[in-house]
């Protein structure tokens, strides 16, 4: 959802986004690819989605957020750990395989580091990545931006592509701010 302009409104947009049901089902199916792809490295009984449903906020929209822990069973590592939530399902859909092929038949442009995992890993084995889903990068001098949204059985395309408008805003203003930083270092106009 957009931000609102006052904390009123915040609190209007938050309460509609937790109460929308496509939304909710979509955010519910999420969780569940994530819980599955903890299971698939964590031990037996460790699995543990600790924050559910929780709004977080951004310059420019909220996000519904939940956050699945578990152990690292026996013979897995950080990388195992990362490679078993890749892709995402925020940024694959479900089930993962099949919506991967579909992505791969209707998307004309490879997403890049779209939807990748930017971060780092530690050399005593911590980690810390997170995914690309709203990015911007210059190749022959032009910005390219992308952003997205879930699309499910009941989504409305006209609602995804304002979703997606307002998620690209942040970087729409970076950019913005940065050529005008440049503009009055160079004194050009």
């Given at each position: 959802?957009?931000?609102?302009?006052t904390?009123?409104?915040?609190?209007?947009?938050?309460?509609?986004?937790?109460?929308?049901?496509?939304?909710?089902?979509?955010?519910?199916?999420?969780?569940?690819?994530?819980?599955?792809?903890?299971?698939?490295?964590?031990?037996?009984?460790?699995?543990?989605?600790?924050?559910?449903?929780?709004?977080?906020?951004?310059?420019?929209?909220?996000?519904?957020?939940?956050?699945?822990?578990?152990?690292?069973?026996?013979?897995?590592?950080?990388?195992?750990?990362?490679?078993?939530?890749?892709?995402?399902?925020?940024?694959?859909?479900a089930?993962?395989?099949?919506?991967?092929?579909?992505?791969?038949?209707?998307?004309?442009e490879?997403?890049?580091?779209?939807?990748?995992?930017?971060?780092?890993?530690?050399?005593?084995?911590?980690?810390?990545?997170?995914?690309?889903?709203?990015?911007?990068?210059?190749?022959?001098?032009?910005?390219?931006i992308?952003?997205?949204?879930?699309?499910?059985?009941?989504s409305?395309?006209?609602?995804?592509?304002?979703?997606?408008?307002?998620?690209?805003?942040?970087?729409?203003?970076?950019?913005?701010?940065?050529?005008?930083?440049?503009?009055?270092?160079?004194?050009?106009?």
């Amino acid at each position: 959802r957009p931000r609102g302009a006052t904390p009123a409104e915040d609190a209007a947009l938050e309460a509609e986004l937790l109460a929308d049901p496509k939304e909710r089902a979509e955010h519910l199916m999420l969780l569940d690819l994530g819980r599955n792809d903890v299971g698939r490295v964590a031990r037996i009984g460790s699995v543990d989605p600790n924050e559910q449903f929780i709004i977080e906020r951004y310059s420019h929209v909220m996000h519904i957020v939940s956050n699945v822990d578990g152990l690292l069973a026996e013979g897995e590592d950080p990388l195992s750990a990362l490679l078993a939530g890749l892709p995402a399902g925020t940024v694959s859909g479900a089930p993962k395989v099949r919506a991967m092929q579909i992505i791969d038949e209707l998307e004309v442009e490879k997403r890049g580091v779209y939807g990748g995992g930017v971060g780092y890993f530690a050399a005593q084995g911590d980690m810390d990545i997170c995914i690309a889903l709203r990015t911007g990068v210059v190749k022959d001098g032009t910005l390219y931006i992308q952003a997205g949204g879930g699309v499910v059985y009941d989504s409305v395309p006209e609602a995804e592509f304002t979703e997606t408008v307002n998620k690209s805003r942040a970087l729409l203003q970076a950019a913005r701010d940065a050529a005008l930083f440049v503009t009055h270092r160079d004194g050009t106009n």
